[in-house]
């Protein structure tokens, strides 16, 4: 089955420290991964994607095939990273499998 | 550029009452299009998703139904509503073919008394 897993609801940092967002994922194909984030009053938008191999307002993600793991990181942490991110996977169909998301904190 | 209009964004509505939550999509043609929930502490759960015109998979069993009565357009519809049927539903839609990204819309949040 395929199944996207968020393990901290909330992480907290404080500004300028390093950030890691965990996701581990369950399918048994070659999935697409995405990272996703909601900022405050804003919609969900696509953050960045394993495929694009790119760094986006300083968060990378490296998929980890043996550990089938994307993590989110990002080695300095902004007061305007404070977000809610979610981890996604694509299979071999066009429908995306959402991860319960982490609430992102990061205090001055 | 594409965009994707959602609304309304609040509603509150009675149990018992019918529903109807429009979506559309500009800029684009044929799109595949998806209504989620968004629950706290559940995170996005895919209720429908369309590949075309009249053409609707349904995720999970449901009080709710989905349809698509012109390409850009997708309707989420109830004919009587639950309690259980509060929370905040977010349209999206995404290019054909394998792994696009989908885009989502600003939601509505649906209360039901």
């Known amino acids: 089955a395929q199944r996207v897993t968020q393990p901290e609801k909330l992480l907290s940092v404080f500004k300028g420290a390093p950030v890691e967002l965990k996701c581990n994922y369950s399918?048994?194909?070659?999935?697409?991964l995405f990272w996703y984030v909601q900022y405050s009053r804003q919609r969900l938008q696509l953050l960045l994607r394993h495929i694009s191999r790119e760094s986006i307002k300083g968060f990378t993600a490296d998929l980890n095939k043996g550990e089938t793991s994307f993590h989110l990181k990002k080695p300095f942490a902004q007061e305007e990273d404070s977000a809610m991110y979610y981890c996604?996977?694509?299979?071999?169909?066009?429908?995306?499998?959402f991860g319960t998301g982490t609430r992102l904190q990061v205090f001055p | 550029s594409q965009t994707i209009h959602q609304w309304p964004a609040t509603l509150v509505q009675p149990v018992g009452s019918p529903l109807s939550l429009e979506c559309t999509v500009e800029?684009?043609?044929?799109?595949?299009l998806y209504w989620y929930r968004q629950a706290a502490g559940r995170g996005l759960q895919l209720l429908f998703y369309s590949v075309g015109i009249g053409q609707i998979s349904s995720e999970v069993p449901q009080n709710l139904s989905a349809s698509r009565p012109q390409d850009r357009q997708f309707i989420l519809s109830s004919k009587k509503l639950l309690l259980s049927d509060s929370g905040f539903y977010l349209c999206?839609?995404?290019?054909?073919?394998?792994?696009?990204?989908?885009?989502f819309g600003d939601g509505t949040r649906l209360s039901i008394l």
């Open positions: 999206a839609w995404s290019r054909r073919g394998g792994n696009q990204p989908q885009h």
């Open positions: 800029g684009t043609s044929n799109p595949n």
């Open positions: 399918y048994s194909g070659s999935p697409e």
């Open positions: 996604a996977l694509m299979g071999n169909t066009d429908k995306l499998i």
